[in-house]
């Protein structure tokens, strides 16, 4: 498009018809920037803070109120607001179908012993105040920005928010989203991609038993943001030798190879630029051991893209060889669960409630 427009800007100069000046404009490259803004289309989240001209008294008394009512985030089971529970006409489960994720927060790494003693590292993911808050059809579902998903018009989308949060803290237009959900406005929101089989209603529960213990999951976090930094940094460079007549240049990239016949940057190059905050999915974590007390799962490995602390989106992989063989929870769980006790373990995961040495009198 662009080129054509350039094409006949120049044919009205070459015709004397007008004198329109035209300035060639370069892309900016194959590379996609880190964007720290919100789209343009984004709701604005929080609203701006005025001096009602309260007194401390009524200050105090808002406050208390609005901690009352929604406090901090649901974790424990028992609290869980029972909203909606499966539907009549529920499907069968079939290895095609793609089912619901949950929004997580990545809290921290342990270590488990496999029964062989084998020593495994994992990451804490805590699924916090789950609930589903609209369901779009595939014939209604139009995003912005298409996302590169296999027969996206035969599938629907499911938008889930975590963490409740205070309205008096949020503008009309982003609470709007809550109004038919049945559940109060959340802090955090996502969109799942999901088959028509697996919709949910609005005000669903989702909690750690929407997963079981042995399943594959992806998992999709955006990493550290560590700003610009050099190459050594960015891409483990070796550097220069600190003496023997090296000056000033230490900790630089050096020759880039640019010279010769090609007289230019090769696209590629690894140098100096911003470094993280970039979304990263991690597939085919095993889920070794989940908590339904705190709603805290034990994936496999620590290579979980964030911060601590940071969100993370958890939902069935999508590797062939790891897919479920068995149905899983079919949309998602609904009840409590039958095991004893508030830990599932692994079948090969050593329980580190279970005796391992036991003594005999003589």
Not at 115 to 142: A, C, F, S
Not at 306 to 322: F, K, M, N, Q, S
Not at 343 to 356: I, L, R
Request: hydrophobic share 35%; with cysteine.
């Amino acid at each position: 498009m662009m080129r054509s427009v350039i094409n006949q800007l120049l044919g009205l100069r070459l015709s004397g018809n007008s004198s329109v000046l035209v300035t060639q404009v370069r892309d900016k490259g194959h590379l996609s920037r880190p964007r720290l803004r919100n789209p343009q289309w984004f709701l604005r989240k929080e609203i701006t803070k005025y001096n009602d001209l309260m007194t401390a008294e009524n200050k105090q008394f808002v406050n208390e109120v609005g901690t009352n009512n929604f406090g901090v985030p649901v974790v424990i089971k028992d609290c869980l607001v029972k909203t909606a529970g499966p539907t009549a006409n529920e499907a069968v489960w079939t290895p095609n179908l793609r089912r619901c994720g949950v929004i997580a927060r990545k809290i921290g790494q342990y270590p488990l012993w496999l029964k062989n003693g084998e020593r495994i590292r994992t990451t804490l993911l805590q699924i916090v105040d789950n609930h589903v808050i609209k369901y779009i059809p595939p014939e209604e579902y139009l995003p912005a920005q298409v996302p590169t998903v296999a027969n996206l018009h035969k599938r629907g989308c499911i938008l889930v928010g975590s963490e409740t949060t205070n309205p008096a803290l949020l503008t009309k237009e982003y609470a709007g989203i809550f109004r038919n959900s049945g559940v109060l406005p959340k802090k955090n929101l996502a969109r799942f991609i999901v088959s028509p089989e697996a919709q949910l209603a609005p005000g669903t529960p989702l909690n750690v038993n929407h997963f079981r213990v042995g399943d594959f999951v992806d998992v999709r976090g955006k990493t550290v943001d560590h700003g610009f930094q050099g190459v050594v940094k960015r891409h483990g460079f070796k550097g220069m030798p600190a003496s023997h007549g090296v000056t000033k240049t230490h900790r630089r990239a050096g020759n880039i190879g640019g010279g010769g016949e090609k007289g230019r940057v090769w696209p590629g190059t690894k140098m100096p630029g911003h470094m993280g905050n970039r979304w990263r999915i991690i597939k085919g974590l095993r889920v070794w051991r989940i908590n339904t007390k705190y709603n805290v799962m034990w994936v496999q490995g620590s290579s979980v893209a964030g911060p601590t602390g940071g969100l993370v989106y958890i939902y069935d992989t999508i590797l062939p060889t790891r897919k479920n063989k068995e149905a899983p929870p079919f949309p998602t769980f609904y009840g409590e669960p039958q095991q004893d006790g508030d830990d599932v373990w692994y079948e090969q995961v050593h329980n580190f409630k279970s005796e391992s040495i036991t003594y005999e009198n003589e």
